[in-house]
């Protein structure tokens, strides 16, 4: 997202929006743990959340929230990789 920067703002804001309403849209299977990182929902909700900070700096200094932005899309991406599970309900 951070390396969409030379082109606004609006693309990395449409990123960030698509990441937190998939956070919304994931709450029901919080509860379920994932089958390499137990504690996913945590993990993407705070990689959200790391984002979001990201774009409020991005106003100030947009080298350190270009910085925040690609940190948290990261750990979202890998939080997501790692925990969510094919079909939500199966035991493993």
């Known amino acids: 997202m951070a ?3 030379p ?5 990395p804001a ?8 998939g ?3 994931s709450a029901p299977y919080a509860s379920e743990p994932g089958p390499y990182l137990h504690d996913w929902w945590s993990v993407l909700g705070v990689a959200a959340l ?9 106003f100030v200094a947009e080298v350190p929230g270009g910085v925040l ?3 948290g899309a990261v750990t979202a991406l890998v939080a ?6 094919a079909s939500p309900g199966e035991s493993r």
């Open 3 to 5: 390396l969409l920067g």
């Open 69 to 71: 932005m690609t940190l």
């Open 50 to 58: 790391i984002c979001l900070v990201g774009i409020g700096v991005w």
């Open 7 to 11: 082109f606004g703002i609006a693309l």
């Open 80 to 85: 997501v990789g790692l925990g969510a599970q």
């Open 23 to 25: 956070v919304i849209i």
């Open 14 to 21: 449409i990123g960030v929006t698509l990441l937190v309403v």
